[in-house]
């Protein structure tokens, strides 16, 4: 389920069989890097938008939790533990970050939910069938590892 009126009323109805919330990281910049950065944040909302189309009425997909990459690392820690533990309290027991961004891989022990880092492909100047088989393949990947924590 994606963050939409319709899905928060299918939520309501069916939230016992919802265990799981998807945040994206994304970061922000408008100076150097920033095109890396946009590139990283597009691949990370295509992969956890299909990821909701596959596994939908089983998670729910959270809108990004963005931040600028000067902020930071320890305060975005706190921010992002503060959802977790909002989530948590709701009911859902799994929470899982999705990112491209590498800075988060130190910070992991600290987190809340569990990390997923995915190599970031920037599709910028990509054939279309390449594009395809590139979300296909990390797409399965992330669900294999989804499913993994969820037994």
Same mark, same amino acid.
């Given at each position: 389920m994606k963050w939409t009126a319709n899905d928060v009323d299918m939520y309501e109805k069916e939230r016992q069989y919802i265990d799981t919330a998807v945040i994206p990281l994304i970061p922000l910049t408008l100076s150097e890097g920033a095109k890396a950065a946009v590139s990283g944040g597009e691949f990370v909302q295509l992969l956890t938008?299909?990821?909701?189309?596959?596994?939908?009425?089983?998670?729910?997909?959270?809108?990004?939790? !963005? #931040?600028f990459t000067a902020e930071e690392q320890?305060?975005?820690?706190?921010? *992002? %533990?503060?959802?977790? &533990?909002?989530?948590?309290?709701?009911g859902l027991h799994h929470v899982f970050y999705v990112?491209?961004?590498?800075?988060?891989?130190?910070?992991?022990p600290d987190l809340l939910g569990e990390l997923f880092l995915l190599p970031v492909v920037p599709f910028e100047h990509m054939?279309? !069938? #390449?594009?395809?088989?590139?979300?296909?393949?990390?797409t399965s990947k992330? *669900? %294999?590892?989804?499913? &993994?924590?969820?037994?």
């Open positions: 938008s299909e990821i909701e189309r596959q596994l939908k009425g089983r998670l729910f997909l959270l809108p990004p939790f !963005a #931040y320890s305060a975005r820690t706190e921010r *992002l %533990n503060d959802w977790t &533990s909002q989530l948590k309290e709701s990112t491209g961004d590498r800075a988060w891989k130190e910070y992991e054939d279309e !069938a #390449y594009k395809r088989q590139i979300v296909h393949d990390q992330l *669900l %294999n590892a989804f499913i &993994s924590r969820w037994t």
